[in-house]
């Protein structure tokens, strides 16, 4: 059988296929090997011994930290990704106001906040609620990680806000014009609508990017998954197995979510084809890392 001819490239030949697959065989069996290497390296230190692991059969192990630590990484992500909901839609409208001195105000305000790294925000947030006493001591940690989520990731979402209105076609606005809407009804009867669905694969895509990013409360003593598989790693001896089982619980937060966003996007793009709807914004379609300056609604 052979293979279907394409215009966009050449189809390897019976040599290329050759190379390709034994470089293939070459990566495999480096992975393997460096995956060996790593295992032998842990098990000549002890670390999969039945004693380092037999702590996570015990069901105070769980309650006293990994469990309490779970509950810190979700509150801190629920309470982050709502506030930046909010704060990235209302910057995002703004982006895109008439007005020259609005637009410029909120696109400094968004540039600002992209520009600063998460850590430092959320130390320097840290020492000023600590020093002004804004909140009480026991929330101190978590006002600071919240509020600095909230300013990053709300500074990301109102730009892919603004990309998912700029993604709608202009007929929908010209069409809204000529009906004698207003602006404030042709936004919020005609473009949102549209653009929230068009953008949602994006923003739970940023809403993964807020879950891991809230393991950065570790630093200013917030108690995270993070922190508390530390603590339960010196309490036990056992830091290597207590590392590894808090990266299996935060891979499967993060897949549960990246999981979501997939259906969703895959659900959005069938239906917006079977009515000739508008182009959805892929959640890898948005650089949410993207440098400050750079405009990521002209990727749509």
């Not at 290497?37 to 769980?62: C, I, N, S």
């Not at 810190?72 to 990235?88: N, Q, Y």
């Not at 007005?99 to 925000?121: N, Q």
């Not at 200013?220 to 598989?229: A, D, H, L, N």
């Amino acid at each position: 059988m052979t293979a279907a001819p394409s215009v966009l490239f050449d189809a390897p030949g019976p040599k290329a296929r050759l190379r390709n697959n034994i470089f293939s065989v070459l990566v495999v069996v480096a992975v393997l090997a460096a995956g060996w290497v790593l295992y032998r390296g842990f098990a000549d230190k002890g670390q999969f011994t039945t004693e380092k692991w037999k702590p996570f059969l015990d069901t105070e192990v769980w309650s006293t930290y990994l469990l309490p630590g779970v509950r810190g990484t979700i509150v801190a992500a629920l309470l982050s990704i709502v506030f930046a909901l909010v704060i990235g839609m209302v910057f995002g409208i703004l982006r895109l106001s008439e007005h020259r001195g609005v637009r410029w105000i909120a696109g400094a305000i968004v540039e600002l906040a992209r520009a600063i790294p998460v850590l430092i925000l959320m130390i320097f947030l840290f020492a000023v609620f600590s020093d002004y006493k804004v909140f009480k001591s026991d929330d101190l940690a978590l006002a600071a990680v919240v509020t600095a989520l909230t300013i990053y990731n709300g500074s990301v979402i109102a730009e892919i806000v603004r990309a998912g209105i700029r993604s709608l076609p202009k007929g929908q606005t010209e069409a809204a014009v000529a009906l004698g809407m207003r602006k404030g009804q042709l936004m919020r009867l005609i473009l949102l609508p549209q653009a929230i669905t068009a953008m949602l694969p994006a923003l739970i895509s940023q809403m993964v990017v807020a879950l891991k990013d809230s393991a950065l409360g570790y630093q200013i003593t917030y108690v995270e998954i993070v922190r508390s598989g530390q603590q339960l790693g010196a309490a036990e001896q056992n830091t290597i197995p207590a590392l590894m089982i808090i990266a299996v619980i935060m891979i499967a937060l993060n897949s549960a979510l990246t999981l979501v966003a997939t259906k969703l996007e895959r659900r959005l793009r069938a239906r917006k084809r079977g009515k000739g709807g508008a182009a959805v914004v892929a959640a890898d379609s948005i650089i949410t890392d993207a440098a400050p300056g750079v405009d990521i609604g002209k990727k749509s």
